[in-house]
């Protein structure tokens, strides 16, 4: 299958500060990606559609000023956590979708603990 | 409200026997629906795709099986192995949404034991 990548695969950071998490699709191009986040023993919940070339659609409930999404290239999605708090440590993981038969493949993930 | 359901949430068994994990679903219109597994900390691995129109996949001792008229999906797993143990997910595109997002279930842990 297609493989996505992540980086960095784990970041610990002061309250405060951002963060950005880097997702690319290896062996293939893809228009659109997904960033997903999950909380322990939780199943994942999503966050934003990314397409190439547009600005981010946000799931409701997802603040889209803490959550800077861009996919600038049809390989590359990036997820800057701005202004980064305790409440925003979680597991945060891409997938990216290959159409068609419209199957998605997912990253590894990162998994972010703020101080 | 279309949403996924996985049940049982976590299954245990000896090595070498079949299993079945279920997952329903609330609209039948479905686009496609994916099965995947999740290692401890890991991200996921797809293991088999069903598109509307198929009524089942087979990937070595795998084989998932589609019945949109009744909302269900299994996943069969021949002759486990204790590798087999992880978080089981059931996924669903929807049709007419857009970008299709998936919709996931729960899970199912599922512990081989040797």
């Known amino acids: 299958g297609a493989v996505v990548s992540q980086h960095p695969s784990r970041v610990i950071c002061k309250s405060g500060t951002s963060v950005k998490i880097e997702c690319r699709s290896l062996?293939?191009?893809?228009?659109?990606m997904f960033w997903y986040r999950q909380f322990p023993k939780q199943s994942l919940m999503l966050m934003a559609t990314?397409?190439?070339?547009?600005?981010?659609?946000?799931e409701q409930g997802v603040e889209k000023d803490k959550f800077l999404i861009n996919h600038a290239s049809l390989t590359l999605s990036t997820l800057t956590v701005t202004s980064a708090h305790p409440e925003d440590s979680s597991f945060y993981i891409c997938?990216?979708?290959?159409?068609?038969?419209?199957?998605?493949?997912f990253g590894p993930g990162t998994r972010l603990t703020v101080l | 409200k279309q949403e996924v359901t996985q049940i049982p949430a976590a299954l245990s068994v000896p090595e070498g026997e079949n299993l079945v994990l279920n997952c329903s679903f609330t609209?039948?219109?479905?686009?496609?629906l994916q099965w995947f597994r999740q290692d401890p900390g890991k991200g996921l691995t797809s293991l088999l795709l069903?598109?509307?129109?198929?009524r089942e996949q087979t990937s070595g001792r795998l084989n998932a099986s589609l019945d949109k008229s009744s909302g269900r999906s299994t996943l069969y797993i021949a002759a486990s192995q204790p590798g087999d143990s992880a978080t089981y997910l059931c996924?669903?595109?929807?049709?007419?949404?857009?970008?299709?997002?998936?919709?996931f279930g729960k899970g199912t842990l599922l512990t081989v034991n040797p």
């Open positions: 997938s990216a979708r290959v159409a068609p038969p419209n199957e998605q493949f």
């Open positions: 069903i598109q509307s129109s198929q």
């Open positions: 996924a669903v595109i929807w049709s007419g949404g857009s970008n299709y997002k998936l919709t």
């Open positions: 062996d293939f191009q893809a228009t659109t």
């Open positions: 609209d039948s219109a479905i686009y496609n």
């Open positions: 990314s397409n190439e070339g547009s600005k981010a659609t946000y």
